[in-house]
Each structure stands twice: as C-alpha cells, then as structure tokens.
C-alpha cells in the first residue's frame, strides 16, 4: 500500500524528534529545507479551485491567548508582570494578522481574570475555572489555529523563545516553522517541544501552540519584551512563520 503525503510528513516529523536537541544547527535547518521543498513539491500535486468572486477562499480564524491576567500576574521579575508583557505582544499580533486577511480573537483584550467571567461557579479553583473559561472561548469560534502567548522564566541566562505543541503532534509543523524564526531572532537553536499536561494545547481539536517569546528573569531581554520595537520584531517573525505554515502546507488546515 502506497503511503500517503501525510504519512511521510509523519515519518519526517518523528525522525526529527529522535534527533531532538543533538541535532547540529546546519544539519537541522537542511532537514528543515528538505521538509519544506517536499511539501510545497506535494502540495502543487493537489487540485486546486481558483479563487474568484463566486467561489471565496474560507477565512482562517485565529484565537490568540494572552497567558494569565488580573490577579494571576504569572511569573514576576524586577516588577515586571508577566502578563504585561503577553497582552502586549498579544494585541500588536492580533493587529498584524488580521492585516494579512485572517480572522482573529483574542481571549482577552484588557487585564482582566478569565475566571471572573466563567460562568462555572460551583467550582473553587480559580486556576481551574481560567483554563475552562479559555478552552470555552476557543471553542466557541471554532479556529484553525490557537497562539497562547507567554513569557518564560527561568534563570537569569536563560533567553530566547521556546513553543510548545501538543501531545497528539498535529501542531508540529506550525511550532517548527515558528521555532526556526524565534531561533533566528535570538541566534538560538532550540526545538519546538511536545507537551502532554497543558489544558488549553490538550483540549483542542485545532492546531494549538503556546509560544513563549523570551524570559522575563533574564535581566536583558526583560528589557527587550518591554520594548515596542522588540515587541513589533517578534510579531513579525510570528506572521512570516504563519504565513509560510499556510503556503506550505494548507492541507494540514480544517476550514469551517
């Protein structure tokens, strides 16, 4: 039996992750390369309809999350709350992407605790009753892609990106492209990492990732994730990876 375009993604994908952090920097971004120019080969193999008036391309919709809120500051540094720093970047991406055509909604747009708003009264937690109020927005409208945008800590030399992607896999295409421009961003080489406990990135049919955008412990780029320059550059490098997700491999998109 012949395997599908999927199934040989899913064979790239897994060979990647047995390489994991050991994978040298040039051997890593030619597998990438490899990976690529494969799916763009297959995706012209696909029948496509054109565009026209009678016949519109579906809207991407797009949830952006940003982590925490209200009286949940998430991690803390020098008096800079970390949520600050997720609404921000949070907001200027959201503005961005919606310039690109997508359709986009942010979980929330003010500092404000989701579990304030979660009808789910009779439970006590109010971690519990956050996490439940998110994945009930997301579900609500249905989106191809969710972004939950976070800042990490960690130690103080600690710096650059990291995005987490869910246990199923089905987001790994996303947070590889999106890892790679975070890397270049701070001339790291770190790999997107699967993730089996998160609520929102486990709850999810859609592609789920949750992007940290640096640490907030480390003094340096703290100062960075508070600068809107900064800010705008790792929106940028964000939508370029989106961008290049959906022209490479639209297939992997559920439209609605």
Same mark, same amino acid.
Request: aromatic letters at 8%; glycine letters at 6%.
């Given at each position: 039996?012949?395997s *599908?375009?999927?199934?040989?993604?899913?064979?790239?994908?897994?060979?990647?992750?047995?390489e994991?952090?050991?994978?040298a920097?040039?051997?890593f971004?030619?597998?990438l390369?490899?990976?690529?120019?494969?799916? &763009?080969?297959?995706?012209?193999?696909?029948?496509? +309809?054109? $565009? *026209?008036?009678?016949?519109p #391309?579906?809207?991407?919709?797009?949830?952006i999350?940003?982590?925490?809120g209200?009286?949940?500051?998430?991690? #803390?540094?020098? !008096?800079?709350?970390e949520?600050?720093?997720?609404?921000?970047?949070?907001?200027?991406?959201a503005?961005?992407? !919606?310039? /690109?055509?997508?359709?986009?909604i942010?979980?929330?747009e003010?500092?404000? @605790?989701? *579990?304030?708003s %979660?009808?789910?009264?009779?439970?006590? %937690?109010?971690h519990?009753?956050?996490?439940? /109020?998110?994945?009930? &927005?997301?579900?609500?409208? #249905?989106?191809?892609?969710i972004? %939950? +945008?976070? $800042?990490? *800590?960690?130690?103080l #030399?600690?710096r650059?990106?990291?995005?987490?992607? /869910?246990a199923?896999? /089905?987001?790994?295409?996303?947070?590889h +492209?999106?890892?790679?421009?975070?890397?270049?961003? @701070?001339?790291?080489?770190?790999?997107?990492?699967?993730?089996?406990?998160?609520?929102?990135?486990?709850?999810?049919k859609? &592609? @789920?990732?949750?992007?940290?955008?640096?640490?907030? %412990?480390?003094?340096?780029e703290?100062?960075?994730?508070?600068?809107?320059?900064?800010?705008?550059?790792?929106?940028?490098?964000?939508?370029?990876? +989106?961008?290049e997700?959906?022209?490479c491999?639209?297939?992997? &998109?559920?439209?609605r």
């Amino acid at each position: 039996m012949k395997s *599908s375009p999927l199934d040989k993604i899913e064979i790239i994908r897994e060979s990647f992750l047995v390489e994991g952090k050991a994978m040298a920097s040039i051997s890593f971004r030619i597998s990438l390369f490899l990976l690529l120019m494969y799916s &763009i080969y297959m995706v012209t193999l696909i029948p496509k +309809i054109s $565009a *026209s008036p009678s016949t519109p #391309t579906p809207a991407i919709n797009i949830v952006i999350d940003p982590g925490h809120g209200g009286i949940d500051s998430g991690a #803390t540094y020098a !008096e800079v709350e970390e949520k600050q720093v997720n609404l921000a970047v949070a907001e200027k991406l959201a503005v961005a992407l !919606e310039e /690109q055509g997508y359709h986009v909604i942010l979980t929330r747009e003010r500092d404000e @605790a989701l *579990s304030d708003s %979660s009808p789910r009264t009779e439970i006590r %937690s109010r971690h519990q009753r956050d996490l439940i /109020q998110r994945g009930a &927005i997301v579900n609500h409208f #249905t989106p191809q892609i969710i972004l %939950s +945008i976070h $800042a990490n *800590s960690g130690s103080l #030399t600690k710096r650059g990106g990291q995005v987490l992607y /869910q246990a199923k896999g /089905q987001g790994y295409l996303l947070a590889h +492209i999106l890892q790679q421009k975070l890397n270049h961003l @701070a001339n790291k080489n770190e790999v997107p990492l699967k993730n089996k406990s998160l609520y929102l990135l486990n709850r999810s049919k859609s &592609i @789920a990732l949750i992007v940290e955008v640096g640490y907030i %412990s480390n003094p340096f780029e703290r100062e960075l994730l508070l600068n809107h320059a900064y800010q705008l550059e790792l929106v940028n490098v964000m939508v370029e990876g +989106i961008n290049e997700f959906m022209f490479c491999f639209p297939w992997s &998109i559920t439209t609605r």
